[in-house]
Every structure is written in C-alpha cells, then in structure tokens.
C-alpha cells in the first residue's frame, strides 16, 4: 500500500491542491451551511473524484468525478438532506437546517487517478 508521502514525491509537490473554505464555521440549529471546495491540478489530462467526508466514522457524504477541463460529472447520491452544487472552481456542500447531529468536521477530499 503506497503512504501518502510516497504518493507526493512521485507526483511531485504541485500536482494537485486542495483549497476547503470556510475553515471551520459555528452553526446553530436550523442554520444552512455552505461548505466550499475548490481543486487546482498542474496535470495537463487528469480526473479527479471529490468527496466530502465528515468525522465519526460517516462515511462519503457526497462525491462528484471531475475531469479536465474540471467539470463534474452527474454527481454520487448525496446522504440527505445534503445538496452538492457546483460553480466553477467551487464546489459547494449545502446542508439547510442543521440538526444537533449534523455537527462534526467535514473535510473535502480529492483523489487524483492517474
């Protein structure tokens, strides 16, 4: 199995970034998050899958294939109420009316195929 500072070295440092905005936000009950993601890749012909994961053992949230020209794809069914959107080069997690159990660390991951 190829550990992540393996994989760096072999793609070299700014193969790909990953930018994640807010990064941390307080949301009370019934508030509607927006959760950004953006990714930047120096590769000339890539694909990217995007997801969105969040702490506790969760799961995919959502997740979306990008491919160059960095346009998604029809997006995986997202957990509900969850909604992905995408407007280039955002994409944007929404969750409308947060519950109690919607708190946690939400992280966006991206997965570089080569």
């Known amino acids: 199995m190829w550990g992540l500072g393996i994989l760096i070295s072999l793609l070299g440092a700014g193969a790909l970034r990953v930018l994640q905005a807010p990064g941390e936000v307080r949301v009370t009950a019934g508030d509607t998050v927006a959760l950004r993601c953006q990714a930047e890749v120096a590769e000339r012909r890539y694909r990217l899958r995007m997801e969105w ?3 506790g053992g969760h799961g995919v949230l959502c997740a979306t294939l990008l ?15 969850i909604l992905l959107s995408w407007q280039p080069p955002w994409a944007t997690l929404s969750l409308p009316r947060a519950r109690g159990n ?8 991206v997965t570089l195929e080569i």
């Not at 491919?67 to 109420?81: I, N």
């Not at 919607?102 to 991951?109: N, P, T």
């Open 53 to 55: 994961v969040r702490d």
């Open 67 to 81: 491919e160059e020209p960095l346009a998604p794809g029809p997006p995986d069914p997202c957990a509900p109420p």
């Open 102 to 109: 919607d708190s946690g660390r939400y992280l966006c991951r």
